[in-house]
């Protein structure tokens, strides 16, 4: 029993006990809710060209003479031939695995695979808030970072923007660790070669999801420069070539003409054409025409409350040891820069942005590092750890009872600030990826009776996704009349669009309406 007894103890004084009981208890309840989520209008299509991209890399299907690698990206081969499959390449293959050994719909199993993902980025979140704080300051941290309702609600339903955002906290982990390994005067290629190889292939993966890739080598690059060691920056040759060897096997798109076709994608996502219409404070806007404050004003009323106070005292405590010399400065001032650098570029240049700041998404973990540094500031000053413990929960609260009222729709989540997400419905987007047509639709298969009809305003092929056997889609543009109409929040659709008939089903929370199905008389 005494073995047992100091086994026990070992385990829970383990410095990685805190952040491996933080990841477990968050998977558990992702595990008990993943299947909550609704499909989000961007994943149906998305998923598709994961069960095709395999076509690309099967031998028997380049032997035959009708061998066209066009079959390689889905129905939707014009829009996903520019996005890397970096992602979906290796993440279908759990999916299937599950599909195997489960009667579990595929889209809720994609959810479950992309939640995965999301904890391996907040993982690497804790391992780089290492370099400055001690274990239980950057797990407070990486709690914070994980209970944000808007992060843990795309961290399910959104398959691109937070695995490349796992692969680029990852790669940034790696990176400075190997900068750290070429310029040590110990340095030995057998303890280091590995981390030059992950460190490369993490690279070529962002490229591959997103053109911002690249900057990922700029960070690295500044590292190396302020460690002052000539030495390593040869080293960027193998780390370069490596990340684009692996930028070029996983993107069949690029195999024909690699320089120029990478070429030709960076000038159209560069001069992204899109033109997606979004509600901000109440006004419509095109997505190239949003003001400057559009990032920053959204990530003041999307994250919790004690984010930004916390980041702010973060700050200045940093940068007090930095002028004691008491802090590693180096590396945290390309941490700083990865967000700063992005929400600059953001606000002077004003590239077309929709769908809040998903896209950004991969630029936020620094400021959860920075607000660490208050979390180890208390550690130090309170004596009793309990104490300490309830300071770090009152902190992480609000984006647990945030996210737990407004479940599955946490990423359409509003803080205080600005009343809530009831405070901003009809002003701001909320559920504006329509996730909740799956509850709405549930709820339709209980009452609606067979040969009846569905008009949808937007996504008619998601609806279709939920509706059983009897009820037929019929796109809202068609014109044709039906027995039902399903009207969701985007661009406040459920309150613009005319004729309104008698509500029958209202999708809500938290005193926001997201969907709405109506009775057509």
């Not at 996504?459 to 009349?481: C, F, H, M, S, W």
Request: hydrophobic share 50%; aromatic share 16%; with cysteine.
């Amino acid at each position: 029993m005494s073995i047992v007894l100091a086994s026990i103890k070992s385990v829970l004084q383990h410095r990685n006990f805190p952040i491996l009981l933080l990841l477990i208890i968050s998977l558990l309840v992702g595990l008990l809710t993943f299947q909550d989520f609704g499909m989000a209008w961007d994943e149906y299509l998305y998923y598709e060209y994961a069960d095709a991209i395999g076509y690309a890399y099967s031998i028997p299907a380049h032997l035959s003479p009708d061998f066209d690698l066009e079959k390689a990206y889905g129905p939707s081969a014009g829009d996903h031939r520019n996005h890397g499959p970096g992602y979906i390449i290796f993440a279908r293959l759990g999916v299937y695995a599950l599909q195997a050994f489960t009667n579990i719909d595929q889209i809720a199993l994609w959810h479950l695979v992309n939640f995965v993902t999301f904890l391996v980025g907040a993982y690497f979140v804790y391992k780089i808030s290492l370099r400055w704080l001690n274990p239980y300051s950057a797990v407070a941290a990486t709690a914070l970072y994980l209970t944000q309702p808007v992060l843990w609600g795309h961290g399910f339903i959104n398959p691109k923007d937070t695995p490349f955002a796992t692969a680029f906290i990852a790669a940034v982990y790696f990176g400075l660790r190997i900068v750290d390994s070429l310029s040590s005067p110990e340095f030995k290629f057998k303890k280091s070669w590995l981390d030059l190889v992950i460190t490369g292939f993490l690279i070529g993966l962002a490229i591959n999801m997103r053109i911002i890739g690249p900057l990922l080598l700029v960070m690295i690059f500044i590292y190396a420069l302020l460690k002052r060691q000539k030495k390593s920056l040869l080293w960027f040759i193998p780390l370069t070539f490596i990340a684009i060897i692996t930028t070029y096997i996983t993107w069949p798109y690029i195999w024909k003409t690699p320089v120029a076709t990478f070429l030709e994608v960076l000038r159209l996502m560069a001069s992204y054409s899109t033109t997606p219409k979004l509600i901000f404070m109440g006004d419509f806007y095109r997505s190239y025409e949003l003001p400057r404050r559009y990032l920053p004003w959204l990530l003041g009323i999307t994250l919790t409350e004690p984010v930004w106070p916390l980041f702010l005292s973060g700050g200045i405590i940093a940068t007090i040891r930095i002028f004691k010399r008491r802090l590693e400065w180096k590396a945290l001032s390309v941490v700083v820069f990865w967000f700063l650098s992005m929400l600059l570029y953001v606000v002077v240049m004003q590239p077309p942005t929709y769908d809040g700041y998903r896209h950004f998404l991969f630029i936020l973990p620094p400021i959860f590092i920075v607000c660490g540094f208050v979390f180890q500031e208390l550690y130090m000053r309170v004596s009793a750890k309990w104490v300490y413990g309830l300071l770090v929960f009152f902190l992480i609260l609000p984006g647990i009872l945030g996210g737990a009222k407004l479940h599955p729709y946490q990423y359409a989540y509003y803080n205080s600030f600005v009343g809530g997400t009831k405070g901003v419905a009809g002003m701001y987007e909320t559920d504006y990826w329509l996730t909740c047509y799956k509850e709405a639709i549930e709820e339709l298969n209980q009452i609606a009776p067979g040969n009846t009809t569905l008009i949808v305003v937007r996504e008619p092929a998601n609806a279709a996704y939920y509706l059983k056997e009897g009820i037929q889609v019929i796109d809202y543009t068609a014109r044709t009349p039906g027995d039902y109409l399903l009207l969701g929040a985007r661009l406040n659709d459920y309150a613009r669009v005319l004729p309104q008939y008698p509500v029958l089903i209202s999708v809500e929370r938290d005193g926001a309406t997201f969907c709405k199905i109506e009775a057509v008389q």
